[in-house]
């Protein structure tokens, strides 16, 4: 998806990655077969408190092991599933996956799974979060979707009431990639989101001592505060990132300075050591 379309100074720190024509068709004919094939699995990144760095959760982030061509990005391999329209029963099978982990681990964390806008306008994707929790038995308190501004840009108020209704089942929403896209405020006090993550683009920006950078913070952490959301820092990096986004009020942080996204074993051994601190939290 081009999340680079707003023409702003600020951009995703994802890199645009040319995908040519034949390049295109192979990895689509391979993506077809990835889940059949075994092929995909989950990461799991950890999200802590900003203040007390106790863990609150994981975002689980999908990884593609092609046979031949080894390992391929998401940032390369979602907008060409979205292309195609595979994102649907890929995206299932990461909600499905992402909920009967999560299930298992010995702690109230939470598990946020992204979701494409093309999930979110088929009213069949409700049913499908209902039957995951319920397969898995996973609370609904402990599932977050994020969704990204591109889910409100196109026509018609379909996605809108999908969200609703994940919603009204008790899953928590949060609002990913904050201020890279064309954003309206519009939809953020019409949709209950639980959090707002701010793009990486804006705390690299801000340590570097930006000031449009640090404004967008200030900003954001002012609007969540007053509409009752969290913030969530992205790709915090170092300790000074870290005590930048601090500082300026985000409540949660997530980067590789506390931990890159983790095989799901890891993740729920960290999960399960933490669990005491995580129902405190
Ligand atoms: P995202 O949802 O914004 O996820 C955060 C991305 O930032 C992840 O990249 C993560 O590995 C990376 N990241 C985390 N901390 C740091 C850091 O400190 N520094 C840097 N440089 N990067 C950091 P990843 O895993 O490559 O995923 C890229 C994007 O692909 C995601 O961005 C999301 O938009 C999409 N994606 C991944 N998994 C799924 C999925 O299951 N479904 C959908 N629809 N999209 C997905
Ligand atoms: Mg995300
Ligand atoms: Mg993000
Ligand atoms: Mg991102």
């Given at each position: 998806?081009?999340?680079?379309?707003?023409?702003?100074?600020?951009?995703?720190?994802?890199?645009?990655?040319?995908?040519?024509?034949?390049?295109?068709?192979?990895?689509?004919?391979?993506?077809?077969?990835?889940?059949?094939?075994?092929?995909?699995?989950?990461?799991?990144?950890?999200?802590?408190?900003?203040?007390?760095?106790?863990?609150?959760?994981?975002?689980?982030?999908?990884?593609?092991?092609?046979?031949?061509?080894?390992?391929?990005?998401?940032?390369?391999?979602i907008p060409l599933a979205e292309d195609a329209r595979l994102i649907a029963p890929i995206g299932e099978w990461?909600?499905?996956?992402?909920?009967?982990?999560?299930?298992?681990?010995?702690?109230?964390?939470?598990?946020?799974?992204?979701?494409?806008?093309?999930?979110?306008?088929?009213?069949?994707?409700?049913?499908?979060?209902?039957?995951?929790?319920?397969?898995?038995?996973?609370?609904?308190?402990?599932?977050?979707?994020?969704?990204?501004?591109?889910?409100?840009?196109?026509?018609?108020?379909?996605?809108?009431?999908?969200?609703?209704?994940?919603?009204?089942?008790?899953?928590?929403?949060?609002?990913?990639?904050?201020?890279?896209?064309?954003?309206?405020?519009?939809?953020?006090?019409?949709?209950?989101?639980?959090?707002?993550?701010?793009?990486?683009?804006?705390?690299?920006?801000?340590?570097?001592?930006?000031?449009?950078?640090?404004?967008?913070?200030?900003?954001?952490?002012?609007?969540?505060?007053?509409?009752?959301?969290?913030?969530?820092?992205?790709?915090?990096?170092?300790?000074?990132?870290?005590?930048?986004?601090?500082?300026?009020g985000c409540t949660k942080v997530q980067g590789y300075y506390f931990g890159r996204p983790l095989p799901v074993?890891?993740?729920?051994?960290?999960?399960?050591?933490?669990?005491?601190?995580?129902?405190?939290?």
């Amino acid at each position: 998806r081009s999340k680079d379309a707003g023409g702003g100074t600020f951009r995703s720190y994802e890199p645009q990655l040319h995908v040519d024509a034949e390049e295109r068709r192979v990895l689509e004919m391979a993506l077809r077969k990835a889940v059949q094939n075994n092929e995909m699995h989950l990461h799991y990144q950890p999200v802590v408190s900003a203040d007390t760095g106790d863990l609150t959760g994981f975002e689980a982030l999908l990884r593609w092991t092609h046979p031949v061509l080894g390992n391929i990005s998401p940032v390369k391999f979602i907008p060409l599933a979205e292309d195609a329209r595979l994102i649907a029963p890929i995206g299932e099978w990461v909600l499905r996956t992402a909920c009967d982990e999560a299930a298992r681990w010995s702690s109230p964390v939470r598990v946020a799974v992204n979701v494409s806008p093309d999930q979110l306008h088929n009213p069949a994707f409700v049913s499908v979060v209902a039957s995951a929790l319920a397969n898995s038995g996973l609370p609904p308190e402990r599932l977050e979707l994020e969704v990204t501004e591109s889910v409100f840009m196109r026509e018609g108020t379909g996605a809108t009431k999908v969200l609703e209704r994940i919603l009204d089942l008790g899953v928590r929403l949060s609002l990913d990639d904050f201020g890279t896209g064309y954003s309206s405020l519009g939809y953020l006090s019409r949709t209950r989101f639980s959090s707002i993550k701010i793009d990486r683009s804006f705390v690299q920006g801000a340590s570097k001592g930006v000031p449009e950078a640090i404004a967008i913070i200030r900003a954001v952490v002012a609007l969540a505060q007053s509409l009752g959301m969290a913030t969530t820092a992205e790709g915090v990096e170092t300790e000074e990132e870290h005590r930048m986004v601090q500082d300026l009020g985000c409540t949660k942080v997530q980067g590789y300075y506390f931990g890159r996204p983790l095989p799901v074993e890891e993740a729920r051994a960290i999960a399960n050591r933490n669990w005491n601190k995580a129902a405190a939290a």
